[in-house]
T-cell receptor, first 112, second 111 residues
Framework: NAGVTQTPKFRILKIGQSMTLQCTQDMNHNYMYWYRQDPGMGLKLIYYSVGAGITDKGEVPNGYNVSRSTTEDFPLRLELAAPSQTSVYFC???????????FGPGTRLLVL | GNSVTQMEGPVTLSEEAFLTINCTYTATGYPSLFWYVQYPGEGLQLLLKATKADDKGSNKGFEATYRKETTSFHLEKGSVQVSDSAVYFCALGNQGGKLIFGQGTELSVKP
């Protein structure tokens, strides 16, 4: 199993540009999560999904959108990039009956 | 609401020193508690967890005990190695299986 994979690893965006951060898991996990990690701030939940077709907002959803058309994929969309979205983004997944989350390697995003 | 507070870093130790990273929490009920570790350039991975009061989680020489009376889950290791250099996150399990993380504590171990 590859686990949770994320692409790209690093990206520079200009203000106002859009992009999609990709996340795929091959563990057949129902639950998937997107976090952002800012220096010294821990991880904040952006969006999460409990299964295909079901998504919900986390703590910091503004400026982001998600979709979950399959169990495996959970892309995160930034429509109008802002400098405040400069961060490291982590995707995670877990089985429905377990609490442990499995994380991807992260995407580092720089908005200039 | 539920929250987690960790001791601030960075923490710098010499190899073979004793490590304690403090973590306290505020929660209704009795959530599961976790320690995740993030090695440089990598994602987070579970280090250990405890699901109820007085449980001790352990892994790779690290230990943490779920203390209900002090609402704490301090991480300890008797003898750290250079390879333990990483950022350590305390977290609690919230409703719906979501995690609430502390701010992270960076550990640097010098040879």
């Amino acid at each position: 199993n590859a686990g949770v994979t994320q692409t790209p690893k690093f990206r520079i965006l200009k203000i106002g540009q859009s992009m999609t951060l990709q996340c795929t898991q091959d563990m057949n996990h129902n639950y998937m999560y997107w976090y952002r990690q800012d220096p010294g701030m821990g991880l904040k939940l952006i969006y999460y999904s409990v299964g295909a077709g079901i998504t919900d907002k986390g703590e910091v959803p503004n400026g982001y959108n998600v979709s979950r058309s399959t169990t495996e994929d959970f892309p995160l969309r930034l429509e109008l990039a802002a400098p405040s979205q400069t961060s490291v983004y982590f995707c995670a997944s877990r089985k429905a009956e377990q609490e442990t989350q499995y994380f991807g390697p992260g995407t580092r995003l720089l908005v200039l | 609401g539920n929250s987690v507070t960790q001791m601030e870093g960075p923490v710098t130790l010499s190899e073979e020193a004793f490590l304690t990273i403090n973590c306290t929490y505020t929660a209704t009920g009795y959530p599961s508690l976790f320690w995740y570790v993030q090695y440089p350039g990598e994602g987070l991975q579970l280090l250990l967890k405890a699901t109820k009061a007085d449980d001790k989680g352990s892994n790779k020489g690290f230990e943490a005990t779920y203390r209900k009376e002090t609402t704490s889950f301090h991480l300890e290791k008797g003898s750290v190695q250079v390879s333990d250099s990483a950022v350590y996150f305390c977290a609690l399990g919230n409703q719906g299986g979501k995690l609430i993380f502390g701010q992270g504590t960076e550990l640097s171990v010098k040879p």
